[in-house]
């Protein structure tokens, strides 16, 4: 099993920045993929974010490319997800996931491992 734990939501202007951070625990965690998604308000639970084991290789979701940069500290245990000039169409519960598959990803449908969330609500 993989515990996962999301920290650093809040409430944030338009234009500002925040930082998520996701701290796992319970198996060698460099052996994992990690990522991010998002759930919105009515809304269905959808890709963000995700970077591979290596942290080599990362991708995202249209939406935030340019503005959200994800990374890894596996001395740490933790990925982070910097989000910059956040609009309010990023208001969301962000969670925290875990594959050992990279491909399984940016399918919400495929990952074995989810945090509890973290809300991130931006007003305008």
């Known amino acids: 099993q993989v515990q996962l734990v999301e920290s650093g939501g809040g409430s944030v202007q338009a234009g500002g920045s925040l930082r998520l951070a996701c701290a796992g625990s319970g198996r060698t965690f460099s052996n994992y993929a990690m990522g991010w998604f998002r759930q919105a308000p009515g809304k269905e639970r959808e890709f963000t974010a995700t970077?591979?084991?290596?942290?080599?290789?990362?991708v995202y979701a249209e939406p935030v490319k340019g503005r959200f940069t994800i990374s890894r500290d596996d001395a740490k245990n933790t990925v982070y997800l910097q989000m910059n000039s956040l609009i309010p169409e990023d208001t969301a519960v962000y969670y925290c996931?875990?594959?050992?598959?990279?491909?399984?990803?940016?399918?919400?449908?495929?990952?074995?491992?989810w945090g509890k969330g973290t809300l991130v609500t931006v007003s305008s």
């Open positions: 970077i591979s084991a290596s942290g080599s290789n990362t």
């Open positions: 996931a875990a594959d050992q598959q990279f491909f399984h990803m940016t399918n919400v449908r495929a990952v074995d491992y």
